[in-house]
């Protein structure tokens, strides 16, 4: 099987690919504008840089391949509102992948409940799976909340607050529920679905065994790091001085992703049925504790 990983330089895609290439014996296509740069040997793995917005270009990287996993976000570019820059990516995308060999689209996107009033991020997640079922290839859409991982935005952003605010002030997002998963488990999922014997489209609501809100996450993961802070709550904060506040103690390299993150963590993101039991019933994620790194 041939494998094609569209944002393979990010998080998740650099992940991915050291499992596929652990566990399997797929070839597999690295795609992204650095590709090249991806510190990753293997005669399995070709590197291919690669615009997501070239459609021309796309095709012809991704005509052989079986599978495409779509790993792509824009919230880090700077020349384009990031919502239209995702609607033009998945577009570019469903027409480039006409007339391939690709039998799957495997997509990971964001939780969150449609009739939600959702935020400009998760809308944007969810309207790209909209736009790669127009593919008419079988598309499985994996929706997450936190990723929990060294590299993870969401967390990486958690943990530095943790680590610089032996007082942390928490606006009312902080009481929002959230169901973070481990990477082992998020990736697991991603690469099981290589081979999910399924016939349809499938929307899969992942997460790890325990919904907590964003306070009790810090919390747990003070006192797992030995930490003790002391946890505040100034709910009358305003979104746009939370999102400051938030934004000062954000890993720089996460600044501008973070910023578009922010308004989501007023935005439920749990996992609200079984689909994710029925179709991968061996896959039983990990605890929190276990998942902290």
């Known amino acids: 099987m041939k494998i094609g990983i569209l944002g393979a330089s990010g998080y998740i895609g650099t992940n991915l690919i050291n499992r596929l290439l652990a566990d399997t014996d797929y070839e597999v296509v690295a795609l992204s ?37 779509y790993l792509v976000h824009m919230m880090a570019q700077k020349k384009l509102d990031f919502a239209d820059a995702e609607t033009r990516a998945a577009t570019s995308v469903v027409e480039a992948v006409q007339g391939t060999s690709l039998k799957r689209i495997i997509y990971l996107g964001g939780l969150g409940d449609d009739h939600d009033n959702l935020s400009k991020h998760l809308s944007s997640r969810h309207h ?16 997450a909340s936190m990723v929990i991982g060294d590299g993870s935005i969401s967390y990486d952003i958690i943990t530095s607050l943790v680590h610089k605010l032996p007082i942390l002030t928490l606006p009312a997002w902080s009481k929002t529920l959230t169901q973070p998963i481990a990477l082992k488990d998020a990736i697991t999922y991603l690469q099981t679905a290589a081979t999910l014997d399924v016939k349809t489209n499938e929307i899969v609501e ?39 506040w938030l934004n000062l103690f954000t890993p720089k390299k996460h600044a501008k992703v973070g910023r578009a993150m922010v308004e989501s963590l007023g935005n439920p993101m749990v996992v609200t049925n079984e689909r994710a039991k029925e179709l991968f019933p061996e896959i039983i994620p990990i605890s929190i504790d276990e998942a902290f790194v």
């Open 33 to 69: 504008p650095n590709a090249v740069n991806i510190n990753i040997e293997s005669e399995k793995l070709a590197k291919i840089n690669c615009d997501v917005f070239d459609t021309a270009q796309l095709h012809e990287a991704v005509k052989d391949c079986d599978v495409l996993y």
């Open 128 to 143: 790209t799976g909209h736009l790669l079922r127009q593919s008419h290839l079988q598309v499985i859409e994996f929706r």
């Open 206 to 244: 992942i997460g790890g065994p325990r919904q907590l809100s964003y306070k009790e996450l810090m919390k747990h993961y003070s006192n797992w790091k030995g930490s003790h802070s002391l946890f505040v709550d100034l709910p009358i904060i305003p979104v746009s001085i939370a999102a400051w």
